[in-house]
């Protein structure tokens, strides 16, 4: 074969496209760009994976036991505070009772995870069960889930928990059911229409066509078109419930003490709130940026997996 002949073979097959300029990016691909591209859900989830860090491995991290009082030691000021008291033994200071702040804080992270991560999980299956029964059957299935969701706004939440807990007790398992069961309307209200727009599509329609169960519809195509949803309305209620617990807390019907519960932490500092505001600070903005990330994550993982933003 000739030099020049060579030359055009090997100019053809370069001019061969791949295979994946052919086929473009796989979902993956695209997914994983679109997560890094977004602000929101980057910058969540940074947030969120550092404070479950910090409470799973917070008997390493804490420099000290957060139950541990030394009344000697009491109102120690953070170290950025110009005081001959501030030491970087207690970097964020003590409290009251002496206890380190900084290892309170940090075992605090756990109370606050698992509630909001608990009562979401309780009053997600409530809610998305009754909102999908009434969504898909409709008729007096509807009717009866309506009344239920009606009798349930009805009701204000936090004079609820506050009447059950004090009654019943304020553990930190009877917070947590007593919040799984109160917070689930959201659920049941952004399920039930989600599942109105689904159950008349083509596909739904085809599924029932061909003898489908109404168990395998459910799973296999209504769930997962409106997971989006139900994504959002989790974020939402486990902040709700993380805020709802450090309500409790401050009035002395959530977790009790000697637990670093952060609502707890706010309510014991509030009483010097005007010569130590750290007190109320510090806890405070621990709870504003654990549900601003988890609003933001939620959100997130919204956009970049709603269909119509699927280019």
């Known amino acids: 074969m000739a030099p020049q002949d060579s030359a055009i073979i090997a100019s053809a097959a370069a001019k061969v496209p791949t295979a994946g300029e052919v086929l473009g990016p796989s979902p993956g691909v695209i997914l994983r760009r679109r997560i890094f591209s977004h602000a929101g859900i980057t910058i969540g989830a940074t947030v969120l994976i ?17 139950l541990d009082q030394d009344l000697t ?8 505070h110009d005081s001959a008291k ?8 003590t409290d009251l009772f002496g206890r380190d ?11 606050s995870l698992l509630i909001g991560f608990a009562a979401m999980l309780i009053s997600g299956v409530i809610g998305t069960a009754l909102g999908v029964a009434a969504g898909y059957f409709g008729g007096r299935v509807d009717m009866v889930v309506n009344f239920i969701i009606t009798t349930r706004l009805s009701m204000p939440v936090v004079l609820v928990a506050l009447a059950v807990v004090s009654l019943v007790g304020n553990s930190l398992w009877i917070v947590i059911s007593v919040l799984g069961l109160l917070i ?3 659920f049941a209200v952004v399920m039930r229409s989600s599942t109105q727009q689904v159950r008349n599509l083509d596909y ?16 296999t195509e209504i769930m997962p078109n409106i997971v989006n949803n139900l994504i959002v309305v989790a974020t939402l209620e486990m902040a709700h419930a993380i805020l709802l617990e450090a309500a409790l807390s401050f009035l002395g019907l959530g977790v009790q003490p000697p637990e670093p519960s952060w609502g707890l932490m706010v309510s014991e ?7 130590d505001p750290w007190l109320i600070g510090i806890p405070g903005t621990a709870l504003f940026v654990l549900v601003l990330a988890i609003n933001l994550m939620g959100d997130g993982v919204r956009d970049v997996t709603a269909p119509e933003h699927h280019n």
């Open 184 to 186: 689930w309307d959201r």
């Open 204 to 219: 739904v329609a085809a599924a029932q066509a061909l003898g489908c169960s109404t168990t395998r519809i459910v799973m």
């Open 50 to 66: 550092l404070i479950f860090a910090v409470a799973i491995f917070a008997p390493l991290l804490a420099p000290h036991d957060p």
């Open 86 to 93: 501030a030491t970087w033994e207690h970097p964020l200071g």
């Open 269 to 275: 500092g509030k009483g010097l709130m005007f010569f």
């Open 73 to 80: 030691q009491k109102l120690f000021p953070p170290i950025w």
């Open 101 to 111: 702040y900084l290892s309170r804080l940090i075992y605090g992270a756990r109370i």
